[in-house]
C-alpha cells in the first residue's frame, strides 16, 4: 500500500536550514507529481511546493519562494525540501504528498504520512 515517511525536522534557531527528506512506496513514484506541505498550530493545512515527475518544474508559495528548494531522486524514490533562511513563521508540522497538479489549488491524495516537526525558534 501507499506509504509516505517524512524525516529531516528539528529545531532549529531563526536564520538557520533544514533539509527535510519524503520516502514513498507503494506507487509508482516517478509517475507522479509531488508536493510539500505545512499545519500550523490551529492552521489548517497549507500548501508550501510542488515538483513535476520529472523533476523539472517546480511551484512555491509565496511565503517561501526564494529560501525553499523542492527536489526528488525518482531512483531513490524520494523528495526533498531544503529550507534556507528559516523564520518562526516556519513552524509547523512539514507533510509530503502526491498531487494532481502543480499549482498550489491542486489537490492532494488522499493518503497522508506522519510527518515530520520543524520548530524555528526566535
Known amino acids: 500500500q501507499v506509504k509516505l515517511v517524512e524525516s529531516g525536522g528539528g529545531l532549529v534557531q531563526a536564520g538557520g536550514s533544514l533539509r527535510l527528506s519524503c520516502a514513498a512506496s507503494g506507487f509508482t513514484f516517478g509517475g507522479y507529481y509531488m508536493g510539500w506541505f505545512r499545519q500550523a498550530p490551529g492552521k489548517e493545512r497549507e500548501f508550501v511546493a510542488s515538483i513535476i515527475h520529472t523533476g523539472s518544474d517546480t511551484n512555491y508559495a509565496d511565503s517561501v519562494k526564494g529560501r525553499f528548494t523542492i527536489s526528488r531522486d525518482n531512483a531513490k524514490n524520494t523528495v526533498y525540501l531544503q529550507m534556507n533562511s528559516l523564520k518562526p513563521e516556519d513552524t509547523a508540522v512539514y507533510y509530503c504528498?502526491?498531487?494532481?497538479?502543480?499549482?498550489?489549488?491542486?489537490?492532494?491524495?488522499?493518503?497522508w504520512g506522519q510527518g515530520t516537526q520543524v520548530t524555528v525558534s526566535s
Open positions: 504528498n502526491r498531487v494532481y497538479g502543480l499549482g498550489a489549488s491542486a489537490p492532494p491524495y488522499d493518503y
